[in-house]
């Protein structure tokens, strides 16, 4: 018996066929369906049924889901995070004498570089994983299945809030992270300085830190400190709801797949982040070339 | 009269079953044919043929592929073959999907009721209404009032499903289907778990869909004597194959393997 797949290969010309065999890979790829997924989710944000007090209302709800209950344990983890950036670095830098590249160093460790990864990673570790429970245990009950034969987009009313709110609270929160991790870490640090009579030998004002951040802070910073968390939260929600979506009628694979969500995010988020740093590779050869 | 629902040469296979997940494309489960010879097949070779605002039930001793059957009309399981037209419209099987059969007002009752569990009574039935913006707020109110005074479960508005009894879930359900006004509703065993009371107080409610609606019904059930207090037409899923649709007492005196089975208890209690 000829597949379909022949039947309709054998009408096409060889660009289309180039084309359509490029398509059916692409779409056979655990990668290319979760593009997919985002795509449509973004699709039917502009669709018949749309309603922008129904859907600001869910997007609402999922922005405070993911970024507002989250935020106490951020901001401890952001706070402890920064003092010890600013403690080693300042020690360290000192002791070897670049008393100028602190700045610097603190920008790319903390704005560019573990700011955005530490905050998608407990977005993904608790927002993302329990996006997929809810909709993995959706799909299990078939309630699922019963949006779709009352008319009711799945995609449109599950996905697309935790797409868009996702992202948004992704960023907020990086924002905070990077803010309290300078500033509360600045206080903690201040504070351990004062408790142990500056055993470090530490000189450390507000005004040193401040200067030294903004004089080291580049407008690549400021479009990727965007970027970046949007890019990560859509990688985080997209992969979630795949993965919850994806389950079959097995109440066992709930618990693999929200692994698989988490375990994946962070894979992918690392890998964003490495294709995202090929900017600052960019701008590094473009200094570089001016120098020489 | 006009056509609601034809099945021509219908075969779905147990891959079929659980259809194309919505985390993949829509075009995945067409191309996604690298079908085996001499798969087992669940249906091979079902016809059906449905008049608007006909009921026809569909018997059969469990595990021949009933609520399957149900499921690939309502475009949630994938069939390996056939055609299917819904009201004299053929949607081909790349575009086979249950968004797409319910744009043509086809409604399905589930077994478990499957409502929301997050929302309340009152919202799992608003839910259609106002995603599809069928009417003002007002008119969506009075809508599911109505449907809830149909169903009796207006006592139960504000309760979340999980506080209600499996009866009253699948009431729930059935009011929330009724109140999309479908042209054509298929219901998974309505009268399962049911109590003689409401039983009998939900068969004159698909007799009012029917007169006053003019809802073309398809009814899963083990009841058959459903079929004869309704008056319709009833047929069974026997060897993989739907029988042609006969009324209650045709079913009642045939001499076929059928009858003999599913009828014999019903013949010696008269």
Request: proline share 3%; aromatic share 10%.
């Amino acid at each position: 018996m000829e597949t379909t797949d022949n039947k309709v290969a054998a009408k096409m010309t060889l660009v289309g066929r180039l084309f359509h065999h490029l398509g059916l890979f692409f779409m056979t790829r655990t990668i290319g369906q979760q593009v997919c997924l985002f795509c449509r989710a973004i699709a039917s944000l502009f669709s018949k049924t749309r309603s922008f007090k129904t859907d600001s209302r869910n997007i609402i709800l999922q922005t405070f889901f993911t970024g507002v209950e989250i935020f106490p344990i951020l901001f401890v983890v952001a706070t402890l995070f920064g003092a010890v950036v600013i403690v080693e670095v300042m020690t360290l830098m000192g002791k070897m004498g670049f008393d100028d590249v602190v700045g610097n160093l603190m920008v790319v460790v903390i704005i560019r570089e573990l700011g955005p990864i530490l905050t998608a990673f407990l977005i993904a570790g608790r927002s993302g994983s329990s996006l997929t429970t809810y909709v993995g245990s959706m799909v299990i009950n078939s309630e699922v299945d019963a949006l779709a034969t009352m008319g009711v987009d799945p995609i449109r009313y599950l996905v697309m809030p935790g797409l868009i709110g996702g992202s948004i609270a992704t960023l907020v929160m990086t924002i905070f992270f990077s803010a309290s991790a300078i500033g509360a870490g600045f206080v903690v640090t201040k504070l351990a300085i004062f408790l142990t009579g500056n055993a470090l030998n530490l000189q450390l004002t507000w005004h040193y830190l401040s200067t030294e951040i903004l004089g080291a802070i580049s407008m690549t910073d400021f479009v990727l400190i965007v970027v970046k968390p949007l890019i990560f939260g859509c990688i985080i929600t997209t992969n979630a709801c795949y993965q919850a979506l994806d389950i079959a009628h097995d109440v066992r694979q709930v618990p693999k797949a929200t692994s698989r969500s988490v375990i994946k995010s962070f894979l992918y988020i690392v890998c964003a982040d490495v294709v995202l740093s090929l900017f600052y590779f960019f701008d590094y050869f473009n200094e570089l070339s001016r120098i020489i | 009269m006009q056509e609601a629902l034809r099945i021509e040469d219908l075969h779905l296979t147990y891959r079929g079953l659980s259809g194309t997940a919505f985390s993949k494309p829509g075009a995945y489960g067409y191309f996604d044919t690298a079908r085996h010879d001499n798969e087992p097949e669940l249906i091979s070779g079902a016809d059906l043929s449905l008049k608007s605002g006909e009921t026809l039930c569909i018997g059969g001793p469990s595990g021949q592929g009933k609520s399957a059957l149900l499921r690939v009309i309502a475009g949630l399981a994938r069939p390996s073959a056939g055609r299917i037209f819904y009201f004299g419209e053929y949607i081909p099987p790349e575009r086979l999907t249950a968004l797409e059969v319910a744009k043509r007002q086809v409604g399905l009752v589930f077994q478990n009721g499957a409502l929301i569990s997050n929302l309340r009574v009152r919202d799992n039935i608003a839910l259609p209404l106002r995603y599809h913006k069928k009417g003002t707020p007002a008119e969506i109110e009075e809508k599911i009032n109505m449907a809830m005074d149909l169903m009796r479960v207006r006592d139960s508005a504000n309760m979340f499903p999980h506080q209600l009894s499996v009866g009253m879930q699948k009431r729930v359900a059935i009011a929330r289907s009724w109140a999309m006004d479908p042209m054509l509703l298929l219901m998974d065993e309505p009268t399962a778990g049911l109590d003689n009371y409401n039983r009998r107080n939900l068969l004159p409610l698909i007799d009012n869909m029917r007169t006053l609606f003019k809802t073309s019904i398809i009814i899963i059930t083990h009841d058959l004597m459903m079929a004869k207090e309704l008056g319709c037409n009833l047929c069974f899923l026997h060897q993989k194959k739907l029988t042609e649709p006969h009324d209650f007492d045709y079913w009642l005196n045939a001499n076929n393997d059928i009858s003999k089975v599913l009828f014999r208890d019903l013949r010696t209690s008269g």
